[in-house]
């Protein structure tokens, strides 16, 4: 499902935005333990389940329970949210056969069956305001 999910949404990452921008906290639940770093991206439609992003952050080597991230000064506009517990650090989703082997989350992940679209996943930052969402980790083994 996010094995477009790469370090290269990181390297995109946007550090400025209008005065009306807003930040955007997603608190992370259920997460393991399992060293790496955890990755963390807004993405636009035209970049959802590509190898870009609006906008990332990046937290190394993740304890158990709950991780919050924020992401500053976003432009208003609808966004999906994608997270990857990258365990061994070579920046992909790794894969067992057509399910992920590495945690991750998206915003409604926990109620996908098959590969996520656009609708299921986005949010809306609005003009003004801050945006708090709570997603949960999924770890497949």
Not at 51 to 65: K, L, M, S
Not at 82 to 91: I, N, R, T
Not at 104 to 127: C, E, H, I, S, Y
Request: aromatic content about 6%; hydrophobic content about 40%; proline content about 6%.
């Amino acid at each position: 499902m996010l094995k477009s999910l790469s370090l290269a949404v990181l390297a995109t990452a946007c550090l400025a935005g209008p005065a009306l921008a807003g930040d955007v906290t997603v608190t992370l639940t259920g997460v393991q333990a399992r060293g790496g770093n955890l990755l963390a991206a807004l993405q636009t439609q035209d970049q959802f389940l590509q190898p870009a992003g609006a906008y990332g952050d990046r937290v190394r080597d993740p304890r158990a329970g709950t991780v919050r991230v924020t992401f500053r000064n976003v432009t208003p506009g609808d966004y999906s949210f994608s997270a990857l517990h990258d365990a061994d650090g070579d920046g992909q989703m790794k894969m067992e056969g057509a399910m992920p082997a590495e945690g991750w989350g998206m915003v409604n992940g926990d109620t996908l069956r098959a590969a996520p679209t656009w609708d299921q996943v986005k949010f809306t930052v609005p003009a003004s305001g801050d945006v708090a969402l709570t997603v949960p980790m999924s770890y497949g083994r």
